[in-house]
């Protein structure tokens, strides 16, 4: 479960000497955004400058093309027309020299430029859900596995945890059950969060993406594991786009009533109605595009609206004080 602990640094958290009076089955009554950055800061190391989430990565370039099946049945900013898209892809938690080859949770994040000088911006991870039902939960995780680094906790404090806790369980044993993708290119991306969207009749209907590799999922064998050196994914981004651009279908899955909205942690069923609402061309990749963004998912554009779901709402929070540490340095 090692790697759950190095997953995105989005959500928020106690400072951690308030966790030695906590039962270790026990999850923080609250969280906040800054003592999140604390977190990783203590699990990955002080590097400055560098994003506190997500801290190695690769940018590119493309652009979007939405489907007709999109603008015919959505009424959004999102599906006007073709849009240039600015993309990261990254290796989940705050450390810089994270080893790629690792069952970790990889992200790609995507920019749209929209007409009118409007964004609207989304980040996806290769795992289908987040390790807890809130960021409480994913906090006393994370405490729990700093603990376990320094001596203070063990595995079976961990176990207790999880027992206790099994919704902060599942992004674990998922990754333990599949192999990490052989590039950032041949792996699923999962929204994660519910959104709302604006239907031409102007009901709003609750949605959760996915974005598809047209050409497939490739993964890495046990053998190829062990073998790769601790960086390989963005020399492989970019021999890949010297065949050709990389495309991905976007997936929306319509959500039905009684469908969890508001908890990141479970997946809703397989059989909900799901519109390829688009494609993502992927034309070029490194550089420095993507570095002044902040990609926060809950900017969105006309016709889109964010859910209640706690962990997507303490984002914003979180990404502004980490990328206001990386403009400052810190």
């Known amino acids: 479960m090692q790697t759950t602990t190095t997953f995105i640094a989005l959500v928020s958290l ?31 190391g002080e590097h400055p400058g560098v994003r506190k989430g997500h801290a190695k990565g690769v940018c590119a370039l493309g652009s979007f093309e939405p489907s007709a099946t999109a603008q015919a049945r959505f009424d959004t900013a999102l599906f006007s027309d073709k849009a240039p898209i600015t993309l990261r892809f990254s290796m989940g938690g705050g450390n810089p020299n994270a080893n790629e080859a690792a069952n970790a949770p990889r992200g790609m994040a995507v920019m749209f430029d929209l007409a009118n000088n409007r964004q609207h911006k989304i980040a996806g991870l290769t795992t289908p859900m987040f390790a807890g039902k809130n960021p409480e939960q994913f906090l006393g995780l994370l405490r729990i596995n ?59 209907q609750a949605f959760r993406w996915t974005l598809v590799p047209k050409a497939g999922e490739t993964l890495l064998t046990e053998q190829e594991q062990k073998n790769l050196p601790k960086s390989f994914l963005a020399k492989r981004l ?51 595009s993507c570095t002044p ?3 926060d998912p809950n900017q969105v554009t006309d016709g889109i609206s964010t859910s209640q779901d706690p962990v997507l709402q303490i984002r914003s929070p979180a990404y502004a004080i980490s990328y206001g540490k990386r403009l400052q340095g810190q």
């Open 14 to 44: 106690l400072s951690f000497s308030a966790t030695a009076q906590q039962p270790p089955t026990q999850a923080p009554q609250s969280a906040s955004a800054n003592d999140f950055i604390e977190v990783f800061k203590q699990l990955s």
């Open 146 to 204: 700093y603990a376990i680094a320094q001596g203070e906790a063990t595995g079976a404090d961990r176990k207790a945890y999880l027992e206790a806790n099994p919704e902060a369980a599942r992004q674990g044993e998922w990754l333990q059950s599949h192999q990490p993708a052989a590039e950032y290119t041949s792996a699923n991306y999962f929204g994660i969060h519910t959104f709302y969207t604006t239907l031409t009749n102007g009901e709003l």
């Open 238 to 288: 970019s021999e890949r786009l010297k065949d050709g651009p990389v495309e991905y279908e976007w997936h929306w899955q319509l959500a039905e009533k009684g469908d969890p909205i508001n908890d990141p942690s479970q997946v809703w069923p397989k059989d909900r109605e799901t519109i390829n609402v688009g494609t993502l061309k992927i034309t070029e990749s490194g550089g420095g």
């Open 293 to 295: 963004i902040n990609f």
